[in-house]
């Protein structure tokens, strides 16, 4: 709605132009009347914001073509209608240089007339906004190509992809000393076994959008699997900066996040930062109730795994192995190993313990899941979940040789007549009495795909049968099919097939 100002000294004058069109009709607003410039210039001020003003020329105090003048200044977007008399013609000219975009004779004025001239000036308004929409379009088009291409070149130097020479006239752009911040995700796995790949990766666009929306200065993208990258001007209060990025993001999404950090005074110490980041964030792993690591100098994790031939020098028995890896528990816990070296070593002691006694698909994929644990309280967990599975399936390949077939059957029937409802890969496992891990190591060996990207596949099916066949809205599509969040049931869909459900439904009565 456009605001609309009028400013005669004539009363009758004042009224009959107010009483000649219906403002609200024309989505305008009729903020007031006045009888001179100054009045007139008063409430311009109070009120902030004035697009069309329809002025008497002559008047006391202040003339139209002065409040003219005037009011461009405030507002240079104004279009200004001049009221005049026959023997003002010369102000008119005048007016018209400075910027008025017509005039009307009080003698001859008609309501068709005035209706006309106001709708002159409705038509350039809405001509500029187009203007200024396509303007802003193509810079904030500029700006995003622009940053991105900054992103790209930063993440290859990090990632030692590019030399720092080959992109040093973008990168010396960020102005020093830069806040480096990386955050990882907390319990990946267990939120990619709710949610699935594809809603890990919409949250951390989602992240990276609201940053930018947010932010004036500054980057965020991902740099890992599970990992963003933060760079923030420098800040006094570096650690009160973290706090409240965690605290926004946690808030705005279902993600917990661990963030690390390091100061980077010079751009050709980026990859020294990166690596300074890296190595705070490590500390996690030992200390997982803290969230935020700052780096300190003298972090050092140094000493390195046993290598698997010492590993199976020293298991002899089965009392021998307990005393050795709870040796080997209370060593992890010194925090003198890096977390990759540490699960390196539970991966090694796993393969001395069963290799060449159960498959190697199936140890391979308990050596991952123990490479993806976060804490150390996860590792030995795992640890012990696949030491117990292994034995497991030792004694059951004896006496029950086709047990897994038979789980595997007994879940994909429980998961194709539930998967419209709540299904984790908690509930099948309960369902079918195996552990969550040991189960999700089966379907994955079997199926060839995760078990909550399967879920999801039977539920976009069942999505795109609904949206073809019946007239459901998009909202009860997404509930019928087993989705609770309609807006991630439609970002997703359209991940999944390249169209919207809405497109979906259109594409296919075509």
């Known amino acids: 709605m456009y605001n609309v100002m009028i400013v005669d000294d004539e009363p009758i004058i004042r009224f009959g132009l107010k009483s000649s069109i219906d403002w609200e009709d024309k989505n305008l607003h009729l903020i007031g009347d006045f ?11 109070r009120t902030g914001h004035v697009d069309i003003l329809i002025t008497d020329i002559k008047m006391p105090v202040m003339d139209g073509i002065t409040l003219m003048k005037k009011a461009l200044q405030m507002y240079p ?6 009221v005049s008399s026959y023997n003002e013609f010369e102000y008119v000219r005048e007016g018209l240089t400075h910027g008025a975009v017509d005039y009307i004779l009080k003698q001859t004025l008609e309501p068709d007339q005035f209706s006309r001239t106001i709708h002159k000036c409705i038509d350039k308004l809405l001509e500029e906004e187009k203007v200024t929409e396509k303007l802003d379009h193509a810079e904030q088009t500029n700006k995003i190509n622009e940053r991105r291409r900054t992103e790209q070149s930063i993440k290859r130097v990090l990632l030692r992809k590019m030399p720092y020479q080959d992109c040093e006239q973008r990168i010396e752009s960020l102005p020093m000393p830069q806040l480096l911040l990386l955050g990882s995700i907390k ?43 933060f760079f923030l001007g420098n800040t006094e209060e570096p650690r009160d900066t973290v706090n409240k990025l965690k605290e926004r993001i946690e808030k705005e999404t279902s993600l917990k996040l661990v963030f690390s950090y390091a100061m980077v005074s010079d751009p050709e110490k980026l990859v020294e930062g990166y690596h300074h980041a890296s190595l705070a964030g490590k500390q996690y792993f030992f200390q997982s ?8 100098r003298g972090v050092k994790m140094l000493r390195e795994p046993l290598s698997l031939e010492e590993i199976k020098a020293q298991i002899h028995g089965e009392e021998s192995l307990e005393n050795f890896l709870e040796v080997r528990f209370v060593h992890w816990k010194e925090e003198d190993m890096l977390p990759d070296n540490v699960k390196k070593e539970a991966g090694y ?19 991952s899941n123990l490479a993806s644990s976060e804490t150390m309280e996860e590792l030995t967990g795992l640890f012990h979940e696949a030491k117990n599975g292994c034995d497991f399936l030792l004694e059951s390949e004896s006496k029950h040789p086709n047990t897994d077939n038979e789980l595997l059957d007994k879940a994909l029937s429980y998961i194709h007549h539930h998967f419209t409802q709540e299904m984790t890969l908690q509930h099948v496992a309960d369902h079918i009495h195996i552990s969550r891990n040991y189960f999700s190591i089966l379907f994955k060996r079997f199926m060839d795909i995760n078990f909550i990207d399967y879920v999801i596949g039977l539920r976009i099916n069942k999505a795109k049968e609904l949206l073809s066949h019946t007239s459901l809205k998009v909202y009860e599509v997404a509930g019928e099919s087993g989705f609770n969040d309609v807006k991630y049931f439609s970002k997703l869909f359209k991940k999944v097939t390249g169209l919207s459900p809405g497109d979906y439904r259109t594409e296919h009565h075509k």
């Open 187 to 229: 319990e990946l796995d267990r939120f990619e076994d709710e949610f699935g790949f594809l809603y890990k990766n919409l949250i951390i666009e989602e992240i990276q959008d609201r940053f930018y929306r947010e932010t004036e200065d500054g980057y965020c993208f991902p740099i890992g699997e599970n990992e963003l990258i």
């Open 77 to 82: 977007k104004l279009k200004v209608v001049l």
């Open 35 to 45: 009888s001179n410039g100054k009045q007139a210039l008063e409430a311009m001020e």
């Open 349 to 367: 002691i796993l393969k001395a313990l069963y290799w060449h006694k159960v498959e190697v698909s199936v140890l391979m994929d308990y050596m």
């Open 289 to 296: 109730n803290t969230e935020i690591f700052p780096y300190e």
